[in-house]
């Protein structure tokens, strides 16, 4: 009897063993996708950091203001109020649904603002990339 008792534990942590190993696998794999959708590197640090900030993605966030281009501030601005409007608790609407509009407006914003910081530090390491070669072309 404590035999088949045991063959059963063994069999079960096996099987336990197998569908962990599984879904670890499963989960490395889809970060890894995540972050290269990202971008990767330091504009991914940013990216991942606004989902963590704000609990929604960007792809989401456009999706709920329905808006295909993160760049266009004008739809962007145009669909936020017009969802908030509509779901104002005094016009019967979702305090849910509104709050998820400011969230994804939030999101956006973010997003902007990172896009915003990166224009503005390429040029300067275009600049100090350009005194570098220069100074290296002094040397020779």
Request: hydrophobic share 35%; aromatic share 4%.
């Amino acid at each position: 009897m404590a035999k088949y008792i045991a063959q059963i534990i063994v069999l079960g942590g096996q099987a336990i063993g197998r569908a962990f190993a599984k879904a670890l696998k499963q989960e490395i794999a889809a970060s890894q996708e995540a972050a290269k959708r990202a971008g990767g590197g330091r504009q991914g640090d940013q990216s991942a950091e606004s989902n963590l900030r704000t609990g929604m993605t960007l792809e989401e966030a456009k999706q709920i203001l329905n808006v295909e281009d993160a760049k266009n501030v004008d739809s962007i601005i145009k669909n936020y109020e017009h969802l908030f409007n509509v779901n104002e608790r005094s016009k019967g609407g979702s305090f849910y649904i509104q709050s998820k509009v400011f969230r994804a407006k939030e999101r956006l914003d973010h997003e902007l603002k990172a896009q915003q910081q990166n224009q503005k530090s390429k040029p300067d390491e275009q600049q100090a990339e350009e005194v570098s070669q220069s100074r290296a072309r002094q040397r020779r």
